[in-house]
């Protein structure tokens, strides 16, 4: 057996969890307290394990904010797709400042990847999920190797695909924590006025969820507050939360 060959065979495969732990630990935490949660389990068996992943979206200051407030080093992970808002960046760099976050961590899509498949930046507009797939999916998979776990700021009430979600799921290995998962809109305007944090300047204009500039848009009234992601496609998820199908052919 050659080094190479020893070297691949010594690499472990196992994966740090699995669908059962996600299942205990959805049972473990039930009744508990977003807070309460995440900080038993940061500053316990997953300290040094797990990474914060936001968009920095319309409601992102929030989980941020709880994050912070346990510890201000916890890596968070931001992905610039190239295609954000600029608005979304600036909100980035003061939601940062404000809460002292010390790791934010940004990555973006790989270059020559975008080369290939995407050269002149078009892709959004005739395969929107092998966009996604380019520019958040690839990048965050790099961003997560060194980690156990992940913490997303996924709610329930965002859209209708969204109503069972669980606080725990199993991703790729990892764990994968949603702490909001069965927050309402109201607990969010509730804590963003406690904690006097302050809003994405797009919401105001109707933006509320906000990704890529090119693939998202207003919501209109009585509408769930995704609605305005990818438009007229049929599409609700950016490829980050969820499974790839069987037989699909991943891009990297």
């Known amino acids: 057996m050659g080094e190479a060959a020893r070297r691949i065979d010594a690499i472990d495969l196992t994966p740090a969890f699995t669908a059962a732990d996600a299942a205990a630990m959805q049972a473990r935490f039930a009744g508990v307290a977003a807070p309460d949660m995440l900080r038993e389990l940061l500053t316990g068996e997953l300290a040094g394990r797990t990474a914060a992943v ?14 912070a407030q346990i510890d201000k080093d916890i890596p968070v992970v931001f992905t610039n797709t190239q295609k954000i808002f600029g608005e979304t960046l600036a909100y980035r760099d003061e939601l940062a400042e404000r809460l002292g976050l ?112 090119p693939c998202t848009s207003k919501v209109r009234h009585g509408e769930d507050p995704r609605a305005g992601r990818w438009r007229g496609w049929d599409k609700v998820e950016c490829g980050i939360h969820r499974p790839a199908e069987p037989g699909e052919d991943p891009i990297f």
């Open 54 to 67: 936001s968009s920095f979206g319309a409601e992102s200051a929030v989980l941020l904010h709880m994050v």
């Open 102 to 213: 010390t790791d934010l961590r940004v990555y973006r899509p790989d270059p020559r990847l975008l080369a290939a498949r995407d050269d002149k930046g078009l892709r959004w507009s005739y395969d929107p999920d092998g966009c996604c797939e380019l520019r958040k999916v690839e990048p965050l998979r790099r961003a997560l190797a060194p980690f156990d776990a992940w913490i997303s700021g996924r709610k329930g009430f965002q859209a209708g695909t969204r109503t069972a979600l669980p606080r725990f799921e199993e991703d790729e290995g990892r764990l994968k924590i949603n702490p909001l998962a069965d927050w309402s809109k109201g607990d969010l305007d509730a804590y963003f006025a406690q904690a006097d944090l302050p809003r994405h300047p797009l919401e105001a204009q109707g933006y509320l969820s906000i990704g890529c500039a």
